[in-house]
């Protein structure tokens, strides 16, 4: 009897359990697998709009290209590119260029030694060179370079060469020497090589000396004298008993100014006066040479005979040579082979001796020296 009440009751309360979950107020309860699929579903929403925005934007940009069915990939916009605009140089009037020279730098010459310079140039300006233009010397060692010179009886037009020549000669003084020059048109407008108008130049190496009498005029043992005894070195200029004196740039006779310095003397004012610089003994070596420039200094009206004296061994004086100068507006230049007294202790005296008056005997020994 107490199983079948038992069994009774457990039914009613399983009655009464299932109907409470059908009152009406109370939530339902969501089950975990409809809580991850409702996410899934929005998931594939979003993705999905994403898309069709993304296409509709495509489909914009390429509304005005041509579709390739083969193709799925958006071609580039065709960029049209602006051309930069080039700027043309007008080439300068007058402007040279260098081709080829003769002589190249550092080539070696005697004091006094004459050569020939030539430079290869290039018309690379766009105006035509003319009789009118020059070249001129503007700076450094002349080497007897003239202030200018025509540089053609013809014309050059732009683009043709032209050789320039000049008659030079090497510096008494040893050592690097270099002159420096440049073109100049009609106008007097100076110019050079390419756009810096940059120079072109001849530079040579002069041998050196082995003695010069110019630096060792007054040094120990040389002795200045005239008829009226010994005299002072240097000199006064005026000093009627004789005197001498280096002049720094002398004048030579033909009215040029030498950038090197000179040893002018006097005779002794009176008639057939004379002076005689006696120089200590060397000896003289082959291959070597007596060389100077005589004449009178500058205008001054000289009458004169210059003598190259020696003395071997400190034997009798004799003349090795003679020159007779007069005002004529030129000078001499003198080479004198000295092989004749090559391996011998010689004593050089130079000599000025006066034709008559003195008065204007002021005379110019320019460059004395002994050099191969």
């Not at 109370?26 to 809580?35: A, G, K, L």
């Not at 579903?41 to 041509?66: G, K, P, R, W």
């Not at 007054?218 to 240097?234: D, Q």
């Not at 720094?248 to 040893?263: A, F, K, M, S």
Request: contains cysteine; aromatic residues 8%; glycine residues 10%.
């Amino acid at each position: 009897m107490k199983s079948k009440f038992s069994l009774i009751s457990l039914i009613v309360i399983l009655s009464l359990s299932l109907g409470a979950c059908n009152y009406p107020g109370r939530e339902t309860p969501t089950s975990q697998i409809d809580v991850l699929n409702t996410a899934a579903a929005q998931t594939i929403q979003a993705q999905q709009t994403q898309i069709a925005e993304t296409s509709q934007a495509n489909a914009q940009l390429t509304l005005t290209a041509t579709l390739n069915p083969e193709n799925t990939e958006t071609p580039e916009p065709e960029v049209t590119r602006t051309p930069t605009p080039t700027t043309t140089s007008l080439a300068k009037c007058d402007q040279a260029g260098f081709v080829s020279e003769t002589i190249p730098d550092g080539t070696k010459y005697n004091p006094g030694q004459t050569f020939t310079k030539t430079w290869t140039l290039k018309n690379t300006g766009s105006c035509t060179w003319s009789s009118g233009y020059d070249i001129v010397f503007v700076s450094g060692t002349a080497m007897n370079a003239p202030a200018s010179k025509q540089l053609t009886t013809g014309t050059v037009a732009p683009g043709q060469s032209i050789q320039i020549s000049l008659e030079l000669e090497a510096p008494n003084a040893a050592g690097t020497h270099r002159g420096d020059f440049k073109l100049r048109n009609g106008n007097g407008v100076i110019f050079g090589i390419g756009e810096k108008d940059s120079l072109f130049w001849v530079e040579i190496d002069v041998a050196g000396t082995l003695y010069d009498f110019t630096k060792n005029y007054c040094a120990s043992g040389v002795k200045w004298t005239s008829a009226a005894g010994e005299l002072p070195c240097p000199g006064t200029p005026g000093d009627v008993e004789g005197w001498v004196k280096v002049i720094d740039p002398p004048t030579l006779e033909n009215g040029v100014v030498d950038d090197e310095p000179g040893l002018v003397v006097h005779p002794q004012m009176v008639n057939d006066g004379w002076i005689r610089g006696t120089f200590p003994p060397i000896t003289v070596t082959g291959g070597v040479n007596f060389k100077v420039i005589v004449g009178c200094h500058g205008s001054a009206d000289c009458n004169v005979k210059f003598k190259l004296n020696y003395k071997i061994d400190g034997g009798e004086e004799q003349t090795l040579a003679t020159w007779h100068e007069v005002q004529d507006s030129k000078h001499r230049r003198v080479t004198l082979d000295l092989s004749s007294l090559a391996g011998k202790k010689v004593q050089f005296i130079l000599l000025v001796e006066a034709n008559g008056s003195s008065a204007n005997d002021e005379v110019l020994w320019f460059g004395p020296r002994i050099e191969p």
